[in-house]
């Protein structure tokens, strides 16, 4: 498992797409364009709702894991900004319907909500924290 600390900014998706291609193994190199969008969606979200203050910052880890006794490629993100749950919202976020009916904002989390095999939000010491997993079976 990979764990590194970075400041919520967009610039360093870089970092952490170096860090997703390092963690996923050769055999399941099929997820990387998943869990590069996932993660681009997942770190735009922290740096758009959970400010805080200037000094936002967010950790980041990802690697072979299990979910519900089968091997799943794990990504976590989480950040000591403001208490938000992006996913709580998610039904009813507005992406029926015709273009010019539906609110802004929510297709990306759909994305993930759909490419995801398994998704947790959770406020655990003061900071939010999002687990996605992606089966590799």
């Not at 029926?96 to 990306?108: A, F, Q």
């Amino acid at each position: 498992m990979i764990t590194i600390q970075i400041p919520a900014s967009m610039e360093q998706i870089l970092v952490l797409r170096k860090n997703i291609s390092e963690a996923l193994p050769e055999q399941y190199r099929e997820l990387t364009f998943k869990a590069e969008l996932i993660t681009e969606e997942l770190l735009t979200n922290i740096c758009k709702y959970a400010k805080n203050d200037t000094t936002l910052k967010v950790s980041f880890a990802c690697g072979m894991s299990f979910i519900d006794r089968h091997p799943a490629f794990l990504i976590e993100l989480a950040d000591t900004g403001n208490e938000h749950n992006p996913f709580i919202h998610l039904k009813t976020s507005g992406i029926e319907g015709s273009i010019e009916e539906r609110t802004v904002g929510g297709v990306g989390l759909h994305l993930v909500e759909e490419m995801a095999s398994h998704f947790v939000y959770s406020w655990v010491d003061s900071k939010n924290k999002i687990q996605i997993f992606l089966n590799v079976e």
